[in-house]
């Protein structure tokens, strides 16, 4: 099995949900962040839910998005996970196969996979409540880490800092990255993660990556910084290249070399935020894998992110995927 891009991250099931701000404050739920919650817990938020309208249910989870966005637009991609041997598990993996993202046989055990209750406000923002099922015990011995060998990156989910076993697991892929020159990608996922799994986050950067991904919100609040200059100037100590996401404001892309890049935002009529900084990173990781300049990786990312905020979930077709990325192919 060969593949470009070797992806690691939390398998979930997303349930997608329409709710107003009130619903948020009656279930003291905080705006915009993922929290994380225990079966029974999720259950009572569920049975809440049951005179809303279900608007999606899909193989979620952050990096996963991340892959299918890059599989779409015709790169090679695997997906390593965990998922129970139930119902959502079946669900989850046919979603990532259908998607063109392989995965291993060895990602299904016992257990429950894990679910994400995302409840989507009338201005667009997201927010999450997750059980994470057996993909918290994501370890080792479920991954393969056979195709990473000769891919071209190695992308981490910052999702990942709450899982011992999962850190674990992310120190022998990247072990196994830096012996084979591949380079190194991580996305800090979520305020939430920035300021409760803080120590989770600096383990999986460890000595260092080659690029990372965050938004505005998480840079500020991972680097203790307020002007954008001194938070690029931080994260640049801990990557090569740092990819910050400003919503309308578009992009900043700043690498080592002091070059930095101003991405204009697409304009659009933004109704679900869910996944648009996860395809942002599998748009911009193509346009890299295709040797694309880091402008051109920007307006891709930009572009392809525009577009899912314009629709409920957090993917779009194969079709949509490849019709932002012929818009977006830089003159020869």
Same mark, same amino acid.
């Given at each position: ?179 084979? *020159? #591949?380079?190194?990608?991580?996305? =800090? /996922?979520?305020?939430?993660? @920035?300021?409760?799994?803080? &120590? +989770? ?29 001194? *938070? #690029?100037?931080?994260?640049?100590? =801990? /990557?090569?290249?740092?990819? @910050?996401?400003?919503?309308? &404001? +578009? ?37 890299? /894998? ?8 920007? &307006? ?33």
């Amino acid at each position: 099995m060969s593949v470009d891009l070797y992806v690691i991250g939390n398998a979930l099931v997303d349930l997608e949900y329409s709710v107003d701000d009130q619903f948020l404050q009656q279930h003291q739920l905080q705006k915009g962040t993922m929290q994380l919650a225990e079966q029974a817990t999720q259950q009572q938020l569920l049975n809440h839910l049951s005179q809303h309208h279900a608007q999606e249910k899909a193989s979620g989870g952050s990096a996963a998005n991340s892959a299918v966005a890059y599989a779409a637009m015709g790169g090679s991609t695997f997906y390593a996970c965990r998922v129970g041997n139930d119902d959502f598990g079946q669900f989850y993996l046919q979603g990532l196969s259908s998607a063109q993202v392989q995965t291993s046989p060895i990602s299904s055990s016992t257990g429950e996979t894990g679910t994400c209750v995302v409840l989507v406000t009338p201005d667009g923002e997201r927010t999450m409540q997750t059980y994470l099922g057996i993909t918290a015990e994501l370890s080792e011995q479920q991954i393969d880490f056979e195709p990473l060998n000769s891919a071209k990156y190695l992308y981490i989910e910052g999702y990942l800092a709450t899982s011992p076993s999962a850190r674990q697991a992310v120190k022998q892929a990247r072990k196994i990255a830096r012996t084979n *020159t #591949i380079q190194i990608a991580i996305t =800090l /996922s979520d305020p939430a993660m @920035v300021q409760y799994a803080r &120590d +989770g986050l600096d383990d999986l950067i460890d000595d260092g990556v080659d690029i990372l991904f965050c938004n505005e919100h998480e840079a500020r609040m991972y680097t203790n910084t307020e002007q954008m200059e001194d *938070t #690029i100037a931080a994260l640049l100590k =801990l /990557s090569k290249t740092v990819v @910050v996401t400003r919503s309308a &404001d +578009g992009a900043v892309i700043a690498t080592q070399d002091a070059e930095q890049i101003h991405i204009a935002a697409v304009p659009c009529n933004a109704i679900d935020t869910l996944g648009a900084g996860d395809s942002f990173a599998g748009a911009y990781l193509y346009g890299m /894998s295709q040797g694309f300049s880091l402008q051109a990786c920007g &307006d891709l990312a930009a572009a392809t992110a525009s577009k899912v905020v314009s629709q409920y979930g957090p993917r779009l077709t194969v079709a949509q995927y490849q019709s932002v990325l012929q818009q977006c192919l830089p003159a020869d």
